[in-house]
């Protein structure tokens, strides 16, 4: 009798079945949830009443449950109620044993997930396109606009902070393009040396120069009928500029030492941390090669700017770390999301993912609390203002990053790490700031 009436108060569907496949009982939720009154439901066979889309299946959740004897956990399903509205539902089983422990049937909870679909469905319609997501009105015209792109053969130049997402862009416009089914060949054009740097692009033949063993394929042709990502493009020198301009035009080139011309239909999408434009003004990039791969200019907004898709991000990393890490973290103290709403993030979008797995690592409950962010932080945030004047974030980038290499022992690697952003990057900006080129990096 008093277990009748707990059932009765919660609201989840709970309903038995004996090994008939005939309704024992079933509680107030789940006769609101089928529509159907208990005497309607008591010694008739489930499947007439509880129309799921697997009954009719070899995957009978029920089935499974008695002749596996297997428990069956947060299953998935829909099912279609009196009035005949499918209904999407989480199912729970168990076995029923007596007092004696002999088997007498199955108990089935389920619980109505309707409301949690309808909110996935509406936050992906308004806030997510691919794997990228965001409130921020700026990038929410930037993804509405990418189906459109993507469709296109057009070169596209995305710019941005360090960590603001460009490869991210690049490989949502090659999920939704024509060319989705072909490679999406990805090159850091800061990470390799400039006397390799033609070697990769357009390969080489067998002895090209020393160290060419053998014929090598460069990634233009490997991105062939795809996508050539081409990032930190800033830092290509001019001569290779002036290489990969020929080739986006004509879609030919020849290998390094070789003389035999190839062509290739590939789609160049380009990155860079850099303003381009000034680049040009400055000399150190071709004018004619910025217009040509400027066809779409994209330009995505740091995290600073963007401080409403902080929360938003914050619960896309816990549920991706949840995930990985078999964690059950599902809240964050008023605290750590004071800290996290108004620190700096020169590593943007990166860095806080970096910061929230560093937490996941540091938390043994399920709260995220100031002691479990990066101890860096809580200093920053006690201690510095940040404005909205250049300038003044110049100078604080400046600060922040002298002090991460400082606590890191000039450890360049790991200091990047920390700040979210890569090595090569990390390397700039010492040298920008002027923070002592003289030390070398060390790895």
Avoid at 387 to 412: F, P
Wanted: glycine share 6%; hydrophobic share 35%; charged share 30%.
């Amino acid at each position: 009798m008093v277990e009748r009436i707990i059932l009765n108060c919660i609201s989840d569907g709970v309903l038995t079945i004996d090994l008939n496949g005939r309704i024992t009982y079933v509680n107030k939720a789940m006769q609101e949830l089928l529509g159907y009154p208990e005497k309607a439901l008591i010694g008739k066979r489930c499947e007439k009443f509880v129309l799921s889309n697997i009954c009719a299946t070899d995957d009978c959740i029920l089935c499974r449950t008695l002749e596996k004897k297997e428990t069956i956990s947060n299953f998935e399903s829909f099912i279609t109620n009196n009035e005949e509205h499918r209904i999407p539902v989480n199912i729970n089983t168990d076995l029923l044993y007596d007092d004696e422990g002999n088997l007498i049937g199955i108990i089935e909870v389920f619980r109505d997930i309707s409301q949690i679909k309808e909110l996935k469905e509406r936050l992906t319609d308004l806030y997510q396109f691919d794997n990228i997501v965001t409130k921020d009105r700026r990038m929410k015209e930037i993804l509405a606009i990418l189906p459109s792109v993507a469709q296109s053969k057009s070169t596209v130049l995305i710019e941005g902070e360090s960590g603001t997402g460009k490869e991210l862009i690049a490989k949502a416009i090659h999920n939704n393009s024509l060319r989705k089914d072909k490679p999406f060949v990805a090159v850091n054009c800061a990470a390799i040396p400039e006397t390799l740097i033609e070697s990769e692009l357009f390969g080489h033949v067998k002895g090209a120069f020393t160290g060419a063993y053998q014929d090598r394929v460069g990634r233009f042709e490997r991105a062939n009928h795809g996508i050539l990502f081409l990032d930190e493009i800033a830092d290509m020198s001019l001569s290779t500029q002036a290489k990969l301009l020929r080739v986006i035009q004509e879609e030919k080139f020849e290998r390094v030492g070789g003389s035999k011309t190839i062509e290739v239909d590939v789609q160049v999408i380009a990155a860079t941390n850099k303003g381009l434009l000034k680049a040009v003004r400055e000399g150190k990039f071709r004018e004619d090669l910025y217009y040509r791969i400027s066809v779409f200019p994209i330009t995505l907004p740091p995290l600073r700017e963007r401080k409403e898709d902080i929360h938003l991000l914050i619960t896309h990393f816990i549920e991706k770390f949840n995930k990985e890490m078999g964690k059950s973290i599902n809240n964050i103290s008023p605290q750590a999301m004071n800290v996290l709403m108004n620190y700096y993030y020169p590593g943007n979008i990166r860095e806080l993912r970096n910061i929230i797995e560093h937490s996941f690592i540091c938390s043994r409950g399920n709260t995220i609390l100031p002691e479990h962010l990066p101890r860096e932080l809580l200093k920053e945030e006690q201690r510095l203002e940040i404005t909205a004047e250049r300038g003044s974030l110049n100078s604080v980038e400046k600060e922040w990053i002298l002090k991460v290499l400082e606590k890191t022992d000039w450890k360049y690697s790991e200091a990047a790490k920390r700040l979210g952003i890569s090595r090569t990057t990390l390397w700039r900006k010492v040298r920008s700031y002027d923070l002592g080129e003289e030390k070398s990096p060390v790895h």
